[in-house]
């Protein structure tokens, strides 16, 4: 499975989008890209997942580039609440998810 | 359930003992895995099912760690004398099938065993 790149931390102010980079350069046509996110001492808590379109759902927005090298997760209005570490994986078949460092978002008043 | 649910969540034993860790996905659920998370560290896949068998293991660290799903649906993961190193929190998760691309896979909130 292709491997991720994602910057070590962010912050974003509450009410703002917070906007996290994902760089998945050697990614195959037949690999799904996937977010979840772990807020301390509690499991990972899928956020999205997509192939090639864009995806939206009550949580966030997955926005994939058009030669599928690079994706963003967009959480509109980020809270408090949404301060995690957020992984970005390519996958491929079954949910055998390798979790990079991930992003940690700091969202602050 | 409506989610994935593990017991204990929390485990303390002493350094040698046995310990099992039982993990009940979201019904209708097809596909288990599990998964360990060291402190500090991403989760790291210890073994897979699809059904009752199990379609990788090579996740598992050693001979001391063994997992079984005998009707499909719960799993039990076994860990036999169980040493310090061992001490992490214990992941299970859960899909509708792990066969084709595209499931969404849902975690449970872990198991954290501490071996003293």
């Known amino acids: 499975d292709a491997k991720t790149t994602q910057p070590t931390s962010m912050d974003c102010a509450e009410g703002r989008a917070a906007n996290l980079p994902c760089n998945h350069s050697?990614?195959?046509?037949?690999?799904?890209v996937y977010w979840y996110r772990q807020i301390h001492s509690q499991g990972p808590q899928y956020i999205i997942h997509?192939?090639?379109n864009n995806e939206t759902n009550e949580m966030a927005s997955l926005i994939i580039t058009e030669d599928r090298k690079s994706s963003t997760l967009i959480l509109p209005h980020a809270t408090l609440r949404d301060t995690a570490v957020y992984y970005c994986?390519?996958?491929?078949?079954?949910?055998?998810?390798?979790f990079g460092q991930g992003t940690e978002l700091s969202v602050k008043p | 359930g409506a989610g994935v649910s593990q017991t204990p969540s929390n485990k303390v034993t002493e350094k040698g003992k046995y310990v099992e860790l039982r993990c009940d996905p979201i019904?209708?659920?097809?596909?288990l895995y599990w998964y360990r998370q060291s402190l500090g560290q991403g989760p790291e896949f210890l073994i897979y099912?699809?059904?009752?068998?199990?379609?990788?293991d090579s996740g598992l660290p050693n001979d001391r760690f063994f997992a079984v799903r005998p009707e499909g649906s719960v799993s039990t993961l076994k860990i036999q004398r169980t040493e310090r190193g061992d001490s992490a929190v214990y992941l299970c998760?859960?899909?509708?099938?792990?066969?084709?691309?595209?499931?969404?896979?849902?975690f449970g909130e872990g198991s954290w065993l501490t071996v003293v």
């Open positions: 998760a859960s899909s509708l099938d792990g066969r084709g691309s595209g499931n969404t896979i849902y």
């Open positions: 050697t990614i195959s046509g037949n690999e799904y």
């Open positions: 997509g192939l090639k």
């Open positions: 994986i390519v996958l491929r078949g079954y949910g055998k998810l390798i």
């Open positions: 019904s209708g659920h097809t596909a």
């Open positions: 099912f699809q059904g009752t068998g199990a379609a990788d």
